[in-house]
């Protein structure tokens, strides 16, 4: 059996809290082939407060004999009065290899950076399990993942702050994934992320996504989403829990 092989040079990047969210609205196996989607969000205020912030995603993925290969880009700015408070990104690759109807193993790297959370850089690669626990086609679906990552990071230096500037470490991976079709015009996806350090459970991260898709026109949907991450021990002057919640346009091709 052909192996995919991922490499990743460590330079690229999302919020500091580890593996994000690459499900598609799909429930089974996708149709062989190529597709992707682009998502975008933007909101703005100004007056007694000014205020914008721009929200730009694109993804792809390659479905061929039972194997499935992901690609997942992200980039968000923005400012109030006049001063920038948000400016982060990453890029996700992840490989999935169907075995039997009931499980699959997969592989992932990711590069990721936040400004305003101290984080200049991160990677990590790693892999696991993936466990089909309930899957009715075209209704709803449930999943189970396990499995564990390395990751490397290094931080952005601040003026009184004494903490290493570079940390690496083991964590484990454990998350699951509901989606549920109204129709197939009305989508709802749910995925949380628990990452314990391998060494220190009381050391976590947790990361929880809810999307609503809406079809407006025939590939274009109304994209409404909330995402929270938090992380048990976040760098010196950084707030543990980060959250949002968005309204978009997602195209697909």
Known sequence: ????????????????????????????????????????????????????????????????????????????????????????????????????????WEGFGQLQRDEFA?????GLLGGGLRFTVLEKTEKQAFYLGTGAYYSEEQLEPAPSLIEPAFTADWRGNVYLVVKYHFSSQTRLAYTIYYQPALDDVNDYRALQHLSLNIAVAENLDLR??????????????????DSSLRTGFRWRF
């Open 118 to 122: 101290r984080l200049k850089i991160r």
């Open 1 to 104: 059996m052909k192996k995919t092989v991922v490499i990743l040079s460590l330079v690229l990047a999302l919020p500091a809290h580890a593996i994000v969210n690459v499900e598609q609205l799909h429930i089974g196996i996708p149709e062989p082939g190529l597709e992707g989607n682009i998502d975008l969000s933007f909101s703005a205020t100004q007056g007694n407060s000014d205020y914008y912030r721009l929200d730009l995603a694109a993804g792809s993925r390659y479905h061929h004999d039972n194997r499935t290969e992901a690609l997942i880009l992200q980039h968000a700015i923005g400012a109030s009065f006049d001063r920038r408070d948000t400016n982060k990104s990453f890029l996700h690759l992840r490989h999935i290899d169907q075995v039997t109807a009931g499980w699959a």
């Open 224 to 241: 409404l989403s909330w995402d929270s991450s938090e992380d048990s021990r976040p760098p010196l002057a950084v707030k543990p829990l």
